[in-house]
Each structure stands twice: as C-alpha cells, then as structure tokens.
T-cell receptor
C-alpha cells in the first residue's frame, strides 16, 4: 500500500519556464511533507518542506503548495535551470518515519 | 545538516554471498534507517535501527535476510545475506535532524 504517489515518472521543461511536480498522499496523519532531489550515484538531498498546517512555503526559486483537502502537494520551480535536472522525490512524515513517492525525473532543456 | 558517509558506493556480488554496507554519521543520532530503492520504485523502508536495541523491521523484511548492527550513536551496518538477483537495488541509510531526513550516498548492488 503506497501512501505517497508520484504519478508522473518524467517531466521535460524548457529552461526559464516553470516546472511543476505533483504528489498525492493517502494518510491524513502526515505532519510534514518534503521534497528531495537526487542526482545519479548520490543520495537524496533535502530541498524544501512544508508543515501540514500551512498551504505554501517558498524558498528562492522553489515553492511547495499543499492542498490538504485533496491530499495533494506540488513543487514549483521558477525559472527552471538545466542544473535542476534530477529525480525529485516527495516524502511525507508520520512520527519519525518517512514515506516516499517513486520519483519524477525532471529534464530541463537549455 | 549532519553528513552520512556510506560505503561501498557500489558492488557486484555473486548470488549466495553476503554484503555488508556501512554508514558513519558525523554526529550522534538516535535513529538510523535503512531503505531500498528498486529500479523505478520509491524508497522502501527496510528497518529502523536504534542504538542498544534490536532493529525494527517493516513488513516484508526479516532479520535473517537483512541483519543490522547499531553499536553506537554514529554508526550502523546492514548486511544483505544469501543474495539473489532480486536483491539488486540501491540501498540507502538515513537519519533525521529536526523535521528532515538526510541520507548517505547510497550503495548500488548488483547480484549476478
């Protein structure tokens, strides 16, 4: 039973445009949601998070939106840069356990 | 955040053998976690390791197959025992700091 889902395995975006990565979850007990970025041969690195009591968190080019009623979160990257090309995982926390989606591979074309 | 050094980064192993993966954290942490990421799949939690107690395994994972050690607050090992090609995967150790999880670099295991 996968509690966190990323339904788009890949996304291709032109440099300078907006990248929108989506994530859905099923467990209403999650208290934090996070996005991680992963390059090949490296472990995931933390990008941005949002508490379940908020609906938006912004950090530079990265904004995460949370829609609790829809159990949906999204990551917006504006403007997208070629260096953003990586696999992005969304994650949700319940107590001390983290549950991950299957990832979306973002390709930002120059 | 704290840094986890994980090794080996990759290995190719014969079926039936075992491989031990090590993770060293640069600070003391209470909980360490071991994940598996199969191709195209999400990170799946194998077990949670606390110092001084037996690891807690998730459904579908057993101690005989994935024994874990946690001798102190900065170190843990995961052994993949009696390997088969189905064990080919990326294995990641992790811990938490505040609301975030942070990860080692991962071990890419190929069983032939």
């Amino acid at each position: 039973d996968q509690q966190v889902k990323q339904n788009s395995p890949s996304l291709s975006v032109q440099e300078g445009r907006i990248s929108i990565l989506n994530c859905d979850y099923t467990n209403s007990m999650f208290d934090y949601f996070l996005w991680y970025k992963k390059y090949p041969a490296e472990g995931p690195t933390f990008l941005i998070s949002i508490s379940s009591i908020k609906d938006k968190n912004e950090d530079g080019r990265f904004t995460v939106f949370l829609n609790k009623s829809a159990k949906h979160l999204s990551l917006h990257i504006v403007p997208s840069q070629p260096g953003d090309s990586a696999v992005y995982f969304c994650a949700a926390r319940n107590f001390n356990k983290f549950y991950f989606g299957s990832g979306t591979k973002l390709n930002v074309k120059p | 955040s704290a840094v986890i050094s994980q090794k080996p980064s990759r290995d190719i192993c014969q079926r039936g053998t075992s491989l031990t993966i090590q993770c060293q954290v640069d600070s003391q942490v209470t909980m360490m976690f071991w994940y598996r990421q199969q191709p195209g799949q999400s990170l799946t939690l194998i077990a949670t390791a606390n110092q001084g107690s037996e690891a807690t395994y998730e459904s579908g994972f057993v101690i005989d197959k994935f024994p874990i050690s946690r001798p102190n607050l900065t170190f843990s090992t995961l052994t993949v025992s009696n390997m088969s090609p189905e064990d080919s995967s990326i294995y990641l150790c992790s811990s938490t700091q505040g609301t975030e999880a942070f990860f080692g670099q991962g071990t890419r295991l190929t069983v032939v």
